[in-house]
């Protein structure tokens, strides 16, 4: 089973983007939930990742202040609000499950979204 990222798209800089990642076939409620991304030619990048309740959040430094993540248990959706977007934001991002907030063990990688920001 895969996470799917979505909501990725064309944003001028200082704009904003809110990214969405589903699971269907399984449930996420109990799972932290990693986001993270990989620009063109550069190794992937941890941005950020939310507890399963959604009380504790952890972010990359090149974010931090500048992108929140949030979830709804109800509908098994975790969301990464981007504001203030810069070029160096460009990636296609991904999100993936953990035991917990601490582990880096993250799985049920899926497919990501491109977000591109433009100067």
């Known amino acids: 089973v895969q996470l799917q990222a979505s909501g990725g798209g064309l944003v001028q800089a200082g704009g904003s983007l809110r990214l969405s990642c589903a699971a269907s076939?399984?449930?996420?409620?109990?799972?932290?939930v990693g986001w993270f991304r990989q620009a063109p030619g550069k190794d992937r990048e941890f941005v950020g990742v939310?507890?399963?309740?959604?009380?504790?959040?952890s972010y990359g430094d090149s974010v931090k202040g500048r992108f929140a993540i949030s979830r709804d248990n109800g509908k098994n959706t975790v969301y990464l609000q981007m504001n203030s977007l810069k070029s160096e934001d460009t990636a296609v991002y991904y999100c993936?499950?953990?035991?917990?907030?601490?582990?880096?063990?993250?799985?049920?990688w899926g497919p990501g979204t491109l977000v591109t920001v433009s100067s």
């Open positions: 076939g399984r449930t996420i409620t109990n799972a932290a």
């Open positions: 939310i507890n399963w309740s959604g009380s504790m959040t």
């Open positions: 993936a499950a953990a035991p917990s907030i601490w582990s880096r063990e993250y799985n049920a």
